[in-house]
């Protein structure tokens, strides 16, 4: 009798091994499939901040609020001449590389709350109607 419960034993035992190993396959295959989706992620987004951190034609540089005053109204007024320009690609890529490297005046103000402002009311020369809502 105890020669069947210890047959008996084994046997679970093997089945709960055989039911583990699965189990151990299964949780490495999960493993690297997660891994490759999370490596294509960051691939992708990098390639997405390398695109947006390009080199612009349009040049932040000229503005410093340290050495100029009205910097600031300057950068404003050249977004505003871009966005008359029409030069929506460049306003794109100077929006993008400001964005994703929060970049600031040395003033400490954000290029990006000043290109927005840039382009928040028409300047003179813009050929616009005001519509009601």
């Keep these: 009798m105890s020669h069947l419960l210890w047959s008996q034993a084994l046997t679970r035992r093997g ?11 299964f949780g490495a295959i999960a ?10 992620t960051l691939l992708a987004a ?11 034609a349009f040049a932040d540089t000229d503005f410093d609020p340290s050495t100029d005053v009205h910097a600031l109204e300057g950068y404003q007024h050249a977004i505003a001449g871009l966005l008359k320009q029409g ?19 040395s003033g400490g103000a954000w290029k990006l709350h000043k290109l927005y402002a840039g382009l928040d009311e028409p300047q003179l020369g813009f050929a616009y ?5």
């Design 31 to 40: 493993l690297a499939f997660l891994t490759l989706c999370c490596g294509v």
């Design 129 to 133: 109607r005001r519509t009601s809502i």
């Design 46 to 56: 990098d390639a997405k901040d390398r695109a947006a951190t390009r080199s612009c």
């Design 87 to 105: 030069k929506f690609a460049e306003l794109d890529c100077v929006a993008n590389s400001v964005r994703s490297t929060k970049a600031r005046f």
């Design 15 to 25: 089945r709960a091994y055989r039911h583990s190993a699965a189990a151990v396959g």
